[in-house]
Nanobody, 124 residues
Framework: QVQLVESGGGLVQPGGSLRLSCAAS????????MGWYRQAPGKERELVAV???????NYADSVKGRFTISRDNAKNTVYLQMNSLKPEDTAVYYC??????????????????WGQGTLVTVSS
C-alpha cells in the first residue's frame, strides 16, 4: 500500500507565500513523476506543476514565474513553493505520483496515487 500525505495549506493574503509538501510512504520501488493539481469550486481539476525523476519540470501558464516545484528523492517528497499568490489560486491542491510499488524489479507494479488534498485560500 502506498499513500501520499500533503501538508502546508492554509489561509494567506494576496501577494503572500505558502509551501506545500507531499510525502510518499509505503512499499515504493521507484517514483517516476510527481506533481500538483488543483481544483477550485465549480471548476475541473487542473495541472499546476509536475516534476520528472530527472528533475524536468512543467508548469501551468497561470503559475509560471510564481510557483516552483522540487523534489527530495531520498525522502520521497515533492514540494510546491507558491509566491505572489492571487485570489484565483484558491483551490484544493492535490499531490500526485506516478510510481512503481513493491520490493523487487520483476514484481514491481505501476501505480498512480493521489493525496487527500489540502486547501489553499488566498484572501484579504
Amino acid at each position: 500500500q502506498v499513500q501520499l500525505v500533503e501538508s502546508g495549506g492554509g489561509l494567506v493574503q494576496p501577494g503572500g507565500s505558502l509551501r506545500l509538501s507531499c510525502a510518499a510512504s509505503g512499499r515504493i520501488f521507484s517514483i517516476n513523476a510527481m506533481g500538483w493539481y488543483r481544483q477550485a469550486p465549480g471548476k475541473e481539476r487542473e495541472l499546476v506543476a509536475v516534476i520528472s525523476s530527472g528533475d524536468s519540470t512543467n508548469y501551468a501558464d497561470s503559475v509560471k514565474g510564481r510557483f516552483t516545484i522540487s523534489r527530495d528523492n531520498a525522502k520521497n517528497t515533492v514540494y510546491l513553493q507558491m509566491n505572489s499568490l492571487k485570489p484565483e489560486d484558491t483551490a484544493v491542491y492535490y499531490c500526485y505520483a506516478d510510481l512503481y510499488s513493491g520490493s523487487h524489479y520483476f514484481t514491481r507494479r505501476s501505480l498512480e496515487v493521489w493525496g487527500q488534498g489540502t486547501l489553499v485560500t488566498v484572501s484579504s
